[in-house]
């Protein structure tokens, strides 16, 4: 399979450990961005993996590059220019305290960059899926033009489109947020979320509580926007250190997952690592009750994991899946 994503790639800096921001006295790098965690985790999968962006031409541009090659994302396409690399401070949550994130990311590479600069027909070329979420038209007008002639370039071509919503308040108001992805729907297969997204972009709701509930609203945005599909993650918070994790699937009936009591590590990222594992095996043909099981637990092991990147194997992920979960050392 030969999945396409597109975005913005980040600079983390982190406190070490569970520290606060006004406690540190240095940080901790790494590197990622939704799409670009999508695409770190479909490579380690098997899959044939593509990340588009801009990067700066300078060493930190480069470095955040080779921080993808080294998890097998191919790189070929990205353009590399602009004056700066976008990037996030992440303060881990823990307990009954939360995570806070301070993003700035203003005129980065990427978010400046133009639709003419991307070769499309090389990017779409033999590709099956293309991947983004509502992070990156969040960044201007520029990175939504962007988004916009890649939808538009995939669909022409025929290619099985996915969108995360991952609507981030700090980035762009509610109403921008419903104008703009709303229009963004009318390329898009495969639509992945949760209840409270869903409610935040596009003023849905369902009557109902639990099971019933999801099913109603994901039918209802499915019939909205001519979806395919509707993936929802469904989260239940004990405090930041331990969350209930499972997953939905509408394909015109409701396939749900096991729910998982997860003891976190890092939060950051699950949500693409579920985004991942339901391309994975949607992209692969597995069928509903399967796919759903296998992006919950890719989803749920991450929150295992440092930093931004799912690093697991498919091995892992299926093991987990069909109720390997005791955590015992494997020898």
């Avoid at 972009?201 to 009557?207: K, N, T, W």
């Avoid at 931004?308 to 892992?316: A, F, G, T, Y």
Wanted: charged share 25%.
């Amino acid at each position: 399979m030969r999945v396409v994503t597109l975005g913005e790639l980040l600079l983390r800096l982190s406190p070490e450990g569970y520290a606060r921001f006004v406690q540190a006295d240095r940080f901790n790098a790494t590197y990622g961005g939704a799409e670009a965690n999508v695409a770190a985790l479909l490579a380690r999968l098997g899959a044939q993996a593509f990340f588009v962006t801009k990067l700066p031409a300078h060493e930190i541009g480069q470095a955040a590059l080779d921080a993808l090659r080294r998890w097998g994302v191919d790189v070929s396409h990205v353009v590399r220019g602009g004056a700066r690399l976008g990037l996030y401070y992440l303060e881990k949550g823990a307990s009954q305290r939360a995570g806070k994130v301070i993003y700035d990311r203003a005129d980065s590479a990427f978010a400046c960059s133009s639709p003419e600069e991307y070769d499309w027909s090389a990017i779409f070329a033999g590709a099956d899926w293309f991947h983004f979420t509502g992070i990156t038209p969040a960044l201007g007008e520029r990175a939504e033009a962007v988004v916009r002639r890649a939808c538009a370039e995939a669909k022409a071509r025929g290619v099985t489109v996915s969108c995360d919503l991952n609507y981030r308040a700090t980035l762009w108001p509610r109403e921008r947020a419903r104008t703009v992805l709303s229009q963004l729907m009318e390329n898009v297969d495969v639509c992945i979320s949760n209840a409270d997204q869903v409610l935040d972009v596009f003023g849905m709701r369902a009557q109902g509580t639990g099971n019933e509930r999801d099913a109603a609203l994901a039918e209802q945005l499915a019939q909205t926007f001519g979806l395919r599909a509707v993936a929802l993650t469904r989260r239940k918070s004990v405090s930041a250190s331990e969350n209930y994790f499972s997953g939905m699937l509408w394909d015109g009936d409701a396939a749900f997952s096991r729910e998982y009591d997860m003891y976190i590590v890092d939060r950051v990222g699950g949500g693409d690592a579920f985004a991942g594992g339901l391309i994975y095996a949607l992209c692969g043909g597995e069928p509903a009750q399967q796919a759903i099981e296998f992006a919950a637990a890719a989803g749920c092991l991450k929150h295992t994991i440092e930093g931004d990147i799912c690093l697991v194997s498919e091995q892992e992920v299926r093991s987990l899946a069909g109720g390997a979960a005791d955590g015992r050392v494997r020898r």
